[in-house]
């Protein structure tokens, strides 16, 4: 049973370009979450999908940021018109069901946004 | 709001001494906590769990931690390191009601074993 994949593992931009980061959650998993760990910080919620849905968007920023997770498919976090404060890695988390019950997340090993 | 607290950002310990990172966190009801370790480059895998029951939790890797109501802490300990738990180790909370759905992180604690 393979873990949550992400790719690409490193991703470098110019400024202004458009970042699509993929996740694939774990067999059998509907639940997806995107975290963002800028350097020297812990892990910061951006948002939660499940299949077609998003959920809770509240860790977004307001621009250039999006999360889709389709019916088919894997889950993309894109950024669009990246800056150099996007610099970070970005983290895809899946579970069985939500985190309101009691259940565990599974990292993927993450993407590592250069912005350039 | 949900928070956590981990009030040591860099430990450094002698290999085959004790550990113990601290942990404290503010939820509004019984919360779930986790406990992930971090190695460079690498994502996050999980040490060890707490939904409810048995407040001391017994993890993967010889790790443990207790969950301390009166404290709102969740202490992880190991009795004796190895080199190879060198690595940041991040606290979480999470839980069904306020934030639910997602979980907090603490700043981790980055541990550094000495040989």
């Known amino acids: 049973n393979a873990g949550v994949m992400q790719n690409p593992r490193h991703l470098v931009r110019r400024r202004g370009q458009e970042a699509r980061l993929r996740c694939s959650p774990m067999?059998?998993?509907?639940?997806v979450y995107w975290y963002r760990q800028l350097p020297e910080e812990g892990l910061k919620f951006m948002v939660y999908?499940?299949?077609?849905?998003?959920?809770?968007e509240s860790g977004m920023p307001k621009e250039r940021f999006s999360a889709e997770f389709p019916k088919e498919g894997p889950s993309i976090l894109r950024i669009q018109q990246v800056v150099r404060g996007d610099s970070a890695a970005y983290f895809c988390?899946?579970?069985?069901?939500?985190?309101?019950?009691?259940?565990?997340?599974?990292f993927g090993q993450g993407t590592r946004l250069t912005v350039v | 709001a949900q928070s956590v607290t981990q009030p040591d950002i860099h430990i450094t310990v002698s290999e085959g001494a004790s550990l113990e990172l601290r942990c404290n966190y503010s939820?509004?009801?019984?919360?779930?906590l986790f406990w992930y370790v971090q190695s460079p480059g690498q994502g996050l895998q999980l040490l060890l769990k707490?939904?409810?029951?048995?407040?001391l939790v017994q993890g993967i890797k010889g790790f443990e931690a207790e969950f301390k109501r009166s404290q709102s802490s969740f202490n992880l300990r190991k009795p004796s390191v190895h080199w190879s738990d060198a690595a940041e180790y991040f606290c979480?909370?999470?839980?069904?009601?306020?934030?639910?759905?997602?979980?907090?992180f603490g700043t981790g604690t980055q541990l550094k074993v000495e040989l």
């Open positions: 979480a909370v999470g839980g069904p009601t306020g934030g639910g759905n997602k979980l907090t």
């Open positions: 939820y509004g009801a019984t919360p779930y």
């Open positions: 707490y939904f409810s029951g048995d407040t």
């Open positions: 988390a899946s579970s069985r069901v939500g985190l309101g019950g009691n259940t565990e997340a599974f």
């Open positions: 067999k059998g998993h509907s639940h």
């Open positions: 999908l499940q299949k077609e849905n998003i959920i809770d």
